[in-house]
């Protein structure tokens, strides 16, 4: 029994192509995904009553109602088009599993379409010459690459007032390859040693490479519905227990309150408090890593190990990796999977938990917990095996 | 070459121009709660009282966190490279965090946090490059920039 006021569950994953490169065109790849987690879960268009998507809004996702027309679904009873200020591709399964206990629609697809293209701030661009709005306290002094400088100015303080060391970063980018060469998935599935990962190149020092995700051309798609209809279609239902989300005070990338963590701690607080279950319960963890900082916040802000102590805890990575205690991002994460941007940690849980990702698999996995984004846009979700 | 940006104020962000542009640093204040803010917002992002209003700071402070940009981003500062930005507190409204260049600082790495910086004031913008020609009258493009003042 889930804090919902209706259970609500996942009953399907879809996954379009995902590639580096090549011809691709976001409707195809849309319909791709969506419509294999439609057969994953055993459904027809026309079982399909609410759409969610989440999109940078640079071309890069068909809408809602667009995604309705492209797979033949008859009439919408909710839908939403959510933008680059939620908690990343998690946002629209947050806001669909809130409408399904809501009882305002039952089945819900959920998607993230992306292009390597769209978001893609290591590009050089050039800004208008009047920087306005919050633009004229940043742009003037070379401010740019959307969240890149914070993110190393967060790994910079992080060290200097936490401890640790830029080797814990190095961790989560090497945990990354050793998930990925089991996800045939994967884009990104070559090991990767700490020597290599301090030999990246700095691109905001001392933020490296490859403490960056890897941006790819794909879409991946969830499909919601209650619980009690879950249990008559196709998969073993996966149960969502909790879901939350968090900003913290003054939200800002750069002016909140909390500048190492953003809103991850009240975010997990919260998640915490409505789930059935606890951090020591998790089975495995899929933890935003659209850089390193975030997933080592989300760790430790959600009580896998303590505040500071990720260090310490993580020693020489075996824990969060294959055959570790605390299995983290088993598909490689957006560091080695490909920047899905924030869904595909879903449907990692859902697939790990329903045990069917093969080599990679975490056994008997029970519990997931799920997170995306950070800072002033902080999301998570806690799953259960039915 | 790119121009480089330069900010435009508007009605929430005058006074702190109008401040730079006479040499005076200043910071939000809320009198409601009695905390700063920056950059200045209508209201106090910590209380929503209304009416903040800019307090004059010494210009001392320290780096809260620093970072050094090697790739450009913006094509007016793709002759900058590599170049320091950062977060500082001001020593008399440290909760607040001013984005800033770093000056008097060898870009080989990051500048430690910590470390005693103070404001000076650089006509039109960018990274240590001096601009001789202001905008035009009255337009406050004078940036606040932070200095390393020692270790």
Known sequence: ?386 | MTARPRPVPDAVSAAYWAGADRGALTVAHCDACGRAHHPPEPACPRCGADGPRPRVVSGRGTVFAACVVRQAFDAAFADAVPYHLALVAPDDAPEVRILTNLLGADPAEPVAVGTPVAVEFEPATGVGARVDARVGEGDGVALPQFRVVGP
């Open chain 1, 1 to 386: 029994m889930s804090g919902l006021t209706r259970d609500v569950a996942v009953a399907g994953v879809g996954y379009s192509t995902v590639a580096r490169s090549g011809d691709f065109d976001v409707r195809t790849l849309t319909r791709a995904a969506c419509t294999a987690a439609m057969a994953d879960a055993g459904v027809g268009p026309a079982a399909v009553d609410g759409i969610v998507e989440y999109q940078f809004g640079q071309g890069d996702a068909p809408s809602a109602v667009g995604a309705q027309r492209l797979l033949g679904i008859p009439d919408l009873a909710m839908f939403n088009d959510l933008m680059g200020t939620g908690p990343s591709g998690l946002a629209s399964a947050l806001d669909a599993a809130m409408a399904i206990a809501a009882g305002v629609c039952e089945t819900v697809l959920v998607y993230r379409c992306i292009t390597r293209a769209s978001g893609h701030t290591g590009a050089v661009r050039t800004g208008p010459p009047e920087a306005r709005g919050a633009l004229q306290f940043a742009a003037p002094y070379g401010y740019g690459g959307g969240i890149i400088p914070a993110m190393s100015m967060k790994k910079q303080r992080r060290v200097a007032e936490l401890g640790g060391s830029y080797a814990d970063y190095g961790r989560i980018a090497v945990n990354a390859r050793r998930w990925a060469a089991l996800n045939e998935r994967a884009v990104l599935r070559d090991p990767l040693t700490l020597d290599d990962y301090f030999a990246a190149r700095p691109v905001a020092d001392p933020l490296l490479l490859l403490d960056c995700d890897y941006p790819v051309n794909g879409a991946c798609a969830v499909l919601l519905t209650s619980a009690e209809r879950a249990r008559d279609l196709r998969q073993v239902p996966v149960v969502v227990d909790a879901l939350a989300y968090g900003t913290g005070a003054g939200a800002d990338w750069l002016y909140g309150d909390d500048f190492l963590f953003g809103g991850t701690i009240p975010c997990a607080r919260r998640l915490w408090a409505q789930a059935s279950v606890g951090p020591a319960d998790v089975d495995v963890a899929e933890l935003y890593d659209g850089f390193t900082h975030i997933t080592i916040s989300w760790i430790e802000a959600l009580g896998l190990c303590g505040i500071g102590e990720f260090h310490d805890w993580v020693d020489d990575g075996d824990r969060i990796g294959p055959g570790g205690a605390l299995p983290v991002n088993t598909s490689g994460g957006q560091l080695a999977e490909g920047r899905l941007h924030g869904l595909a940690f879903l449907a990692e849980a859902v697939q790990q938990l329903r045990g069917e990702c093969g080599a990679r698999q975490v056994p008997d996995a029970r519990v997931a917990v799920v997170a995306n984004a950070h800072g002033p846009q902080s999301g998570a979700m806690v799953l259960v095996r039915d």
